[in-house]
């Protein structure tokens, strides 16, 4: 059992695998992907960064130029002294401040640059600090300059000394004084002296300036070179992170390259195992199909074959009793002999129900297309079930519709067979009630009709539960049913597939132990009356015109036989039984018959078989001797076979003697007294030539003319060799020789009909076998050999004429 | 001396091989019965399952010959054998020796008259049939009908 879960696991599985090998080759692409984004991204992302100046740079830059720009303004101040030229010096110091400041918050992040910037920072506040000292130096110097200036005009007498400044009132204390003014000039020498200090001073001041600002500028190319380093640095240690992330990349690609490879390979090896595995399972269930194709077939040989041989010996059982009750014996025997008949046909009943249902399940029923009267058939059934009603104190009755047509075309004996399964069961299963059918119909078209049948009975009824199983296989309404009333529990699933198989439909309605109602409905075709079989009423006494004819029965069942016998016997007819097909084309070799009865299953040659040799090797047409098919299976679908092989009638077995009877005229029906005893076969075809008989042959080359002619060149090289074996083997004196040479060569002589030199070649044999020797056997083996030049020329023209 | 075979030429694979035997010693006879076995199975090689060797012998002492030193082995279907093989050698001897190499195979025998019919009472054989006029037909008839039965075909046609 663990077969097709299995499989239905395995087939999951494989579908599992594959999905979620799919699911992990998305997920892998997928992760390729985002990692190729990612650092290609990253790659990206770095030389965009190298691209964007260096600010710091930059602000070094422009700090530079500021501090150069205001020692430009400090040096043009002290030149000019003109306080306009000095203001540039203010904007550019405090935008050196601002900018170092800004500096040193862009190098925050790097200790060793923030440490340089505030050695700037410091370098240029001393040198903002000097410049400052300049200034005020220079201020001074100005004083000094103003002060040599006055000493100058001092010297210079005072000639105008009205022109007297501030200064001049503070320094001259009378003019008049010359002492004061030698003391003035004492002084002035003094302040001369201590201008030249200053000057002194102002110089070192300016040399540290300019040791101050080239330190600055050291510095700051110092610190320039510094970051630049350091953005080289920076630069090289992100192409070095940017090859690495691309070294990575690559990897990463690599893997998932050979991953997916990986992936690829299993996925295909997991799908051609599949296919593998799958090419497997389609053999094993093509072995499987074959298998129940051949398991149905066997199934359907062995009811076949069961069927039949129940079917005989119950036939015989059925048969012989008919001929007992003829012999009409004292009454008590005649009622045990009625019970006997009736319980065989029961059983065969029976048996014609499980071979119809295996017939109906396997679709093999095919439906017949005959005229008939459904009143005739309503009386049959009705005569059929009179009996069994009035035992079970049960009255059945039926109503014909008289506006339903009295002939319908369409297979009465399954109608008959729906109606007489559906009333058994009503009269089974009815006691002390009534049983009923009604036959109405409605017209649908102008030939066309839906038969209407309603059987109603008042019997023990179906209860509700049950009404949808009823007309399946094998089912009783009750296990007890079938205890109680018998039966195979096939009836109703019979009838059910019997009507779909008309196409008409059957519904049920019935109710525990209130009865039950079927309805049947079935399209029919108008009939023609005048087409009706009247095979009714027929009285069993033979006709004078054909009691003079001969018939063969070949059966290879005793019974059977004797059956035939019995009735034929009475009839007092001439007849020959043959037990088989063998024999009995032993017999159609001698004698000539009128009729043949031929069962068709027989062990050795089958009936079939049988009668297409008789008629095409023997060549006895169906006017000289037609064939009646005896048969337990009933002929149906075999009919096209049964008549290809030369069937003229059939004969269902168990029969009657009015079956018997009928089939006899069936098939002579047409045919007069003297057709009977008309002798011989005349054969006028070609291929008889004078002394020859070719016909054989050619019947036998099957047309091939190459053939004939090299049979025939066969013949006279063979016969006459063994001609003249016989000659020399006559002359010698051999006898016995001589008789096996003639008794070899004989065969082929007869089969292309040169009788003469058979009857020649006969009797030497005979003679020499006979130790006969009276005749001379040289006469007669040189009368064989001038007749075998006969048989030899007429040959030879045959063949001359052939080509 | 003839010894042909006749294989019947199509694909060769999965097929039933009917393996016949004709011994006969009349050069026309035998050629008669093979091609009467062969137009017999025509029908059923048609249908494509099955093929056909047939093996046909007129020298019976040289097939004996050849059995005994195992140059052909004696695995048939079905045996046509006539009574009287010349030489002093008759059916029952091949028969005798078929059967003693196995060979389940149907054997018809064969003759001119039915007087052998008592004679060959020790020869075990399935089929008598007398050389008339419809004796190929028959002995084609009866092979039919062996290998339908064998085979069971005759249900399916």
């Known amino acids: 059992m663990s077969g097709p879960f299995n499989k239905h696991l395995k087939r999951n599985s494989i579908q599992l695998k594959i999905g979620f090998l799919m699911i992990l080759a998305v997920i892998l692409l997928s992760a390729t992907c985002y990692l190729l984004y990612r650092n290609l991204s990253s790659i990206v992302s770095s030389i965009r960064i190298d691209e964007t100046p260096e600010l710091r740079l930059l602000s070094i830059r422009e700090i530079s130029t500021d501090i150069e720009k205001a020692g430009n303004s400090v040096r043009i101040y002290t030149i000019t ?106 002084d002035l020498e003094d302040i001369v002296e201590q201008n030249q200090e200053k000057r002194d001073e102002l110089a070192v001041q300016e040399l540290q300036l300019a040791k101050n600002s080239s330190e600055i500028t050291g510095r700051f190319y110092d610190l320039i070179s510094k970051m630049e380093n350091e953005l080289n640095e920076d630069i090289q240690a992100k192409a070095t992170a940017a090859s690495e992330v691309a ?16 992936l690829a390979i299993l996925v295909i090896y997991i799908i051609i195992r599949y296919a593998r595995n799958a090419y497997t399972y389609q053999i094993a269930l093509e072995n499987a199909k074959d298998e129940a194709e051949k398991l149905v077939k066997t199934k359907e040989l062995f009811m076949a074959n069961m069927s039949h041989e129940i079917r005989t010996p119950v036939t015989a059982i059925s048969g012989f009793t008919e001929q007992l009750l003829h012999e009409s014996l004292n009454d008590d025997t005649n009622s045990s002999l009625k019970v006997i008949k009736s319980s065989s046909d029961h059983l065969l009943k029976i048996i014609d129900d499980i071979l119809d249902f295996s017939k109906l399940q396997n679709n093999k029923l095919a439906l017949e297309k005959v005229h008939f009267s459904l009143s005739q058939i309503l009386g049959d059934v009705h005569a059929m079930f009179e009996k069994q009603a009035q035992q079970n104190n049960t009255n059945l009755s039926y ?124 399209p029919f075709i108008t009939g023609d009356e005048k087409l009706v079989k009247k095979d009714i009423g027929r009285p069993v006494s033979v006709p004078d015109e054909i009691s003079g004819m001969t018939i063969l029965v070949v059966d290879d069942e005793e019974y059977n036989r004797c059956l035939f016998k019995k009735i034929l016997d009475r009839w007092k007819f001439k007849f020959r039984l043959a037990e088989n097909g063998i024999e009995a084309l032993e017999v159609l070799k001698e004698e000539k018959y009128d009729l043949l009865f031929m069962d068709v299953r027989m062990p050795g040659i089958d009936g079939l078989k049988t009668t297409q040799f008789i008629r095409e090797e023997m060549k006895i047409s169906e006017s000289d001797m037609p064939v009646v098919f005896i048969s337990a299976a009933s002929m149906n679908e075999d009919l096209e076979k049964y008549k290809k092989a030369g069937m003229n009638a059939f004969l269902q077995k168990p029969f009657t003697e009015e079956m018997l009877l009928s089939a006899i005229l069936e098939v002579t029906g047409n045919k007069s007294e003297s057709d009977f005893n008309e002798a011989g076969i005349i054969n006028n075809k070609p291929g008889r030539d004078g002394n020859l008989d070719l016909h054989n042959l050619y019947h036998l080359s099957g047309g091939d003319e190459e053939f004939v002619k090299q049979m025939l060149f066969s013949f006279i090289t063979t016969t006459e060799k063994g001609l003249n074996e016989l000659k020399e083997a006559v002359t010698k004196q051999q006898l016995e020789s001589a008789a096996d040479i003639s008794h070899k060569i004989q065969p082929p002589c007869r089969h292309i009909g040169a009788m003469d030199l058979y009857n020649l070649l006969n009797k030497i044999e005979r003679t020499i076998r006979n130790h006969d020797s009276t005749g001379s056997f040289e006469t007669l083996a040189d009368n064989a050999q001038v007749e075998f030049g006969i048989v030899s020329r007429l040959i030879n023209d045959h063949i001359a004429k052939m080509s | 001396m003839l010894d042909k075979v006749q294989v019947n030429k199509k694909n060769i694979t999965m097929k039933k091989t009917i393996k016949v035997l004709v011994i006969e010693d009349n050069e026309y006879y035998n050629n008669l019965l093979s091609n009467a076995i062969q137009q017999s199975v025509n029908p059923m090689l048609a ?40 030489e002093g050698i008759n059916a029952g001897h091949v028969i005798k020796l078929l059967k003693e190499h196995s060979s389940d195979a149907m054997v018809v025998l064969l003759s001119k008259s039915n007087s052998v019919r008592a004679k060959s009472d020790l020869v075990p054989y399935d089929y008598f049939v007398v050389k008339d006029k419809f004796a190929p037909a028959l002995c084609g008839l009866y092979l039919q009908q062996y290998i339908e039965n064998k085979y069971s075909v005759s249900l399916d046609q």
């Not at chain 1, 009823?470 to 009507?499: C, H, N, P, W």
């Not at chain 2, 093996?55 to 040289?62: K, L, M, P």
């Open chain 1, 81 to 186: 002294k003109n306080p306009a030229d000095i203001e540039p010096y203010y904007a550019f110091i405090s935008n050196i401040d601002k900018k170092v400041s800004k500096l040193q918050s862009e190098c925050s992040n790097d200790s060793v640059l923030l440490a340089q910037t505030f050695t700037i920072g410091n370098l240029i506040e001393q040198n903002i600090l000097i410049w400052n000292k300049l200034l005020v130096l220079s201020r001074d110097n100005n004083v000094i300059g103003n002060l040599r200036q006055l000493s100058v005009q001092l010297d210079s007498v005072s000639a105008t000394p009205r022109k007297q400044g501030i200064l001049k009132r503070v320094f001259s204390l009378s003019p008049d004084t010359i002492s004061i003014k030698k003391g003035i000039a004492a």
């Open chain 1, 399 to 522: 109503w014909l519709d008289p506006e339903t047509p009295k002939v319908l075309l369409g297979d009465p004996y399954r109608l008959k067979q729906i109606m007489i399964n559906l009333i058994s069961n009503s009269v089974k299963f009815t006691k002390n009630g009534s049983v009923h059918l009604e036959v109405t119909s409605i017209k649908k078209k102008a030939e066309e009709i839906d038969l209407l049948m309603e059987f109603s009975d008042t019997g023990i009824g179906i209860d509700e539960s049950k009404l949808n199983v009823i007309f399946e296989d094998f089912t009783q309404a009750e296990m007890s049913t079938t205890r109680k009333y018998g039966g195979t529990g096939l009836g109703l699933s019979i009838v059910k597939k019997l009507v779909e198989l008309q196409r008409g439909t059957i519904d049920l309605k019935s109710k525990k132990n209130q009865g039950t109602t079927i309805v049947c409905r079935i």
């Open chain 1, 247 to 262: 070294a990575k990349s690559y990897s990463w690609l690599v893997m998932l390259a050979i991953a997916g490879g990986l």
């Open chain 2, 47 to 86: 249908k494509g399952n099955y093929q056909l060797v047939l093996r046909s012998f007129t020298d019976a002492s040289e097939y004996i010959r050849k059995i005994k030193s195992k140059e052909l082995n004696c695995d048939y279907t079905a045996v046509f054998i006539d009574y009287y093989l010349g």
